[in-house]
């Protein structure tokens, strides 16, 4: 559902992009490449670079080899708690970033955001994808988990990771995002993941 959602955010910004111009894509934390795999195949391959990253080497070998296909893609280790150029790529150098249910895992979402700002072009956008609601199943099954409880912007988020749709625009604005739209609209049945 929410990859549906992502894959037509991507549509449109690529329907909205200069026909001519190249278009750089970066997505953070793309992990087993589950949204990867919904929007690699709407990119017009012949003007697109993709930048796939991950913390993970072996995320970035099975990528190579799952995406092998799309020969626009390109395969990084990336780090969004540390600055972007520190780690070999250009500041203000990307159209689109994307940030699949990934970014809650920082350390500091003010940072965070700050890192993936420093990517975009001026007109740039970012394709952000969080679940913003805590669910008693969910500490069970990553309660255990190393990385559910890095946080440390209390101020923030006081008791969990995740931040609800109006706590991520005024994180977002805060940053300097304009224009924040939140999908889907509040009372769809998807809302409540």
Known sequence: YYNRIVREVVRNAVAAHPAAAPL??????AGTGGTTSWVLP?????????????LSDSFLQRARERFHDFPFVRYQILNIEAPPEQ???EPHSMDLVIAANVLH?????AETLAHCRSLLTSSGQLVLWEVTTL???FCIAFGILDGWQRFEDYERRPSQPL??????????????????????KAGVVGDAF
């Not at 750089?24 to 934390?29: C, H, V």
């Not at 709407?42 to 991950?54: G, I, K, N, S």
């Not at 931040?163 to 889907?184: R, Y």
């Open 87 to 89: 780690q070999g790529i």
């Open 135 to 137: 669910h008693p199943w």
């Open 105 to 109: 895992g920082t350390r500091n979402m």
């Open 42 to 54: 709407e990119l017009p391959a012949e003007r697109v670079e993709y930048h796939f990253t991950d």
């Open 24 to 29: 750089r894509i970066l997505e953070i934390g």
């Open 163 to 184: 931040m609800s749709p109006d706590a991520w625009k005024h994180a977002l604005t805060e940053q300097g995002f304009t224009d924040v739209e939140t999908l889907p």
